[in-house]
């Protein structure tokens, strides 16, 4: 064999190894923690694979032609095969070490790696950079968490999903030489959803056991569940112990917010290595154990290495899938309108969409699937984006009412309340004041010394409201613990429900608007779906009950900005 034939041996290899280019694998070098100081480059490669390096190979060349061996070799026998074809005979000291450490670590994947991956999305269109930053930290991680989160539909899985795939097709997948796992957290909550976890884990890394629940001879319930704490213990030993010097990432998919995520990272990311390995040695398998979870509720940040809050597409991007969606070889009909007012038509639709990427793969299926004029449908998602036109089966429907359904009646009616605050963002006394209890006529006989134009919030001081014992009189600066509209259990019960909403990326937090805030003030804003969805909302409220909150507000208005 010449140069150039082991040019192209190896260039086969390659592909046949999963990397598609010769930038592929050198990324995947440098991921590799134990050939990321190798000093292999793109050029490198380029030249080895055209045959341009003297061969039989020497020097720092034959070093590097061997460190390729770590990730284009799965066996022994491919070892074999790999030092043959190189031509890499009368090793010396140093290379023997290192080809001995070769055969260890493929030997440690006598077992084939676990790949369990979910179906990937035929369109990500707007995410590239994301992914990519999600697979670089992923793969910069020995043991931790990546975690993404938004509002329901904003596309968390389908990133997930092709950052796993994108893993896999370029071979980063090495990191995790004994694979890895997916598993779907829908619907599974509190300690039993956690046991079905652990045990989905267990069956997929030790198959050949039979793991069972364990029952009472009579097979009652109740000693199950006064035995569930003793059970679950045990299963989180032996996650540890199956997950000893293995690396692997886990995809909890779909995490609810009952799930005890904290109990779970105890099993998944606990450190257990056996001492099997003289100290002295060197480890040729460092042990990763991370996890990438989805969900709309926010995890704790004592949990997280890396946080991803999901926002909506650009609107450049939103349009740019539903043209590609509605444009598809799949349409059964070509779009009826011109060039220009079918942009204009589909620039509309995603506006009142909030460029939300389910809710713009509903709309190309309208059009496409169903028929349905662009301009009638976008004119009927401008007045209601749960219209039958857009949402003819209730999908979109569903999965608001899905994430509204560990809500309190009366947070969910509070919730319904907010969309008499308008689309724009509001501050949290305007909240409070919407949803008090107290009758602001009541306090119309106090003066507001309140100097403000229209549409802005007042920042002149106001005359302080007596209390009963009419102790506490003159004026002073209006704080939020002071404000004398707004009691303050009102606001501190009003900070609870919008922290809650925001923590289950229900509500977004926005910086504050010099329009109508100081500049320290904390703003929140509703997604035009969930805003959508809250004045769908309130519209089944009683009127009696509308009437009077609305005129208790305006009230209040009038009094806050007189």
């Not at 676990?114 to 991680?141: F, Y």
């Not at 007012?341 to 496409?368: M, Y």
């Not at 002149?460 to 009189?473: G, I």
């Amino acid at each position: 064999m010449d140069a150039i034939q082991f040019g192209k041996w190896i260039g086969e290899r390659r592909r046949r190894r999963g990397w598609s280019s010769q930038r592929a694998l050198i990324d995947a070098i440098r991921h590799d923690p134990f050939l990321k100081d190798s000093r292999i480059s793109e050029d490198f490669m380029a030249r080895l694979e055209a045959g341009r390096l003297v061969y039989p190979f020497r020097g720092h060349v034959r070093r590097q032609v061997l460190a390729l061996a770590w990730l284009l070799c799965s066996t022994s026998r491919e070892v074999q095969t790999y030092l043959q074809v190189a031509s890499l005979k009368d090793l010396n000291v140093e290379e023997d070490k290192w080809v001995q450490q070769l055969y260890a670590h493929v030997s440690g994947r006598a077992h084939p790696s676990i790949e369990l991956l979910p179906a990937r999305p035929q369109h990500l269109i707007g995410r590239d950079a994301l992914v990519q930053e999600i697979v670089d930290q992923l793969c910069s991680l020995e043991h931790g968490v990546c975690a993404l989160t938004g509002m329901p539909g904003i596309g968390k899985s389908a990133v997930a999903s092709v950052v796993v795939h994108h893993l896999v097709a370029e071979g980063y997948s090495r990191v995790f030489h004994q694979g890895i796992i997916t598993i779907s957290c829908k619907g599974r909550r509190g300690t039993r959803g956690l046991l079905s976890v652990l045990h989905e884990v267990i069956r997929l890394l030790s198959p050949s056991q039979k793991h069972d629940v364990p029952e009472q001879s009579d097979g009652t319930l109740p000693f199950w569940l006064d035995h569930m704490d003793i059970h679950l213990s045990g299963l989180i030993d032996q996650v540890r112990i199956l997950l000893m010097d293995k690396s692997i990432l886990f995809l909890l998919d779909d995490l609810d917010a009952q799930f005890p995520l904290r109990t779970a990272l105890d099993a998944l990311l606990g450190s257990t290595r056996h001492n099997a390995v003289h100290p002295t040695e060197h480890r040729q398998g460092v042990a990763r154990h991370v996890v990438l979870t989805t969900s709309r509720h926010i995890p704790s940040p004592t949990f997280l290495s890396y946080h991803h809050h999901l926002q909506p597409l650009m609107h450049h991007n939103a349009c740019a899938l539903l043209y590609s969606l509605s444009s598809s070889t799949c349409a059964t009909a070509p779009l009826a309108l011109h060039a220009e007012e079918q942009e204009q038509a589909t620039a509309r639709i995603c506006d009142a969409l909030g460029n939300h990427p389910l809710a713009i793969e509903l709309a190309a299926n309208s059009v496409v699937g169903r028929g349905i004029p662009l301009d009638l449908l976008a004119t009927n998602i401008a007045l209601d984006p749960f219209h039958p036109v857009l949402d003819n089966n209730g999908e979109l429907g569903a999965l608001f009412e899905h994430a509204f359904s560990n809500i309190g009646h009366e947070q969910q009616q509070h919730f319904a309340l907010l969309a008499l605050l308008g689309p724009q963002a509001f501050s949290l006394e305007s909240a409070a004041a919407l949803i008090q209890s107290e009758q602001w006529e009541q306090l119309e006989s106090f003066s507001c010394l309140i100097s403000a134009r229209p549409g802005q919030r007042a920042t002149a001081e106001l005359e302080r409201l007596p209390d009963p014992d009419n102790q506490r009189k003159g004026s002073a600066e209006m704080t939020r613990a002071d404000n004398p509209y707004v009691s303050f259990q009102t606001l501190t019960s009003t900070a609870l429900e919008l922290g809650y909403l925001v923590n289950d990326s229900l509500l977004e937090r926005v910086g504050p608007d010099d329009r109508y805030s100081s500049s320290d003030e904390q703003l929140y804003q509703l997604h035009p779906l969930l805003y959508a969805y809250a004045r769908n909302r309130v519209q089944r409220l009683p009127a009696s009950y509308l009437d009077a909150v609305w005129s208790n507000f305006q009230a209040y208005m009038t009094c806050f900005y007189k």
